[in-house]
């Protein structure tokens, strides 16, 4: 047990830098487009909440699955929440495009702050796409205890991030910081994507980690 919180503590803080370090960088370009970001930064609490109830259930069933050494049920679990969530995902990125702008005007005033907003409200309507396999793999693997995949897979979506921002904010400015968020989603959805064979057979072994 203390091995695996340690590692999910590893994983949080380094997501956590990637958020800190986004709202830092964010504004160098000024407070409206500062303030921009916060604005549409909602749109990714909002996804990862709804997305999260869907993780919850994969990691009960698969957990469950996992230690009774059933990988058939494991796979069942795995892909019944998985398409469960990739429909809402799909739901929300429509909402995202139709709506957005109407959603950003409910939580913003300014009338500058607004049209910032809009300019970068694309990346909104993929946040639930890319967002989706990284959710939902956290919660297979964590299910799985297998913590020092999700940590080692962070690490990775972290060294892309940090990549792509010392490529791209330059020439760029804020679509580069916003593409270096999602590049950092997409990162940790296909490395953990790649580990997930490894989970399965690692089934029945009592090996929580590979």
Do not use: K
């Not at 409206?32 to 259930?57: E, H, K, P, R, S």
């Not at 996992?66 to 995902?89: D, K, M």
């Not at 409200?121 to 639930?128: G, I, K, S």
């Amino acid at each position: 047990m203390a091995v695996v919180n340690g590692d999910i503590l590893i994983r949080s803080l380094l997501l956590e830098s990637i958020f800190v370090s986004f709202m830092l960088i964010g504004g160098r370009f000024g407070d409206v487009t500062l303030a921009a970001n916060q604005v549409l930064f909602q749109f990714l609490m909002i996804t990862g909440y709804a997305l999260d109830g869907f993780a919850f259930a994969a990691e009960a069933l698969v957990g469950r699955a996992f230690g009774a050494g059933q990988l058939a049920e494991l796979r069942r679990g795995a892909l019944l929440t998985s398409l469960w969530a990739g429909l809402v995902a799909a739901v929300m990125a429509l909402a995202f495009w139709l709506g957005g702008p109407a959603i950003v005007d409910l939580m913003a005033t300014d009338e500058g702050v607004r049209a910032e907003a809009r300019v970068y409200l694309p990346w909104m309507v993929l946040t639930p796409l890319t967002q989706l396999a990284l959710v939902m793999f956290d919660g297979i693997f964590i299910g799985a205890t297998r913590s020092r995949d999700m940590r080692n897979m962070m690490i990775l979506a972290a060294a892309f991030y940090y990549a792509v921002l010392a490529l791209l904010i330059g020439p760029l400015g804020n679509h580069g910081l916003w593409l270096a968020m999602q590049v950092s989603f997409l990162a940790r959805g296909l490395t953990l994507a790649l580990r997930y064979p490894a989970l399965e057979r690692a089934i029945g072994t009592g090996m929580p980690s590979a």
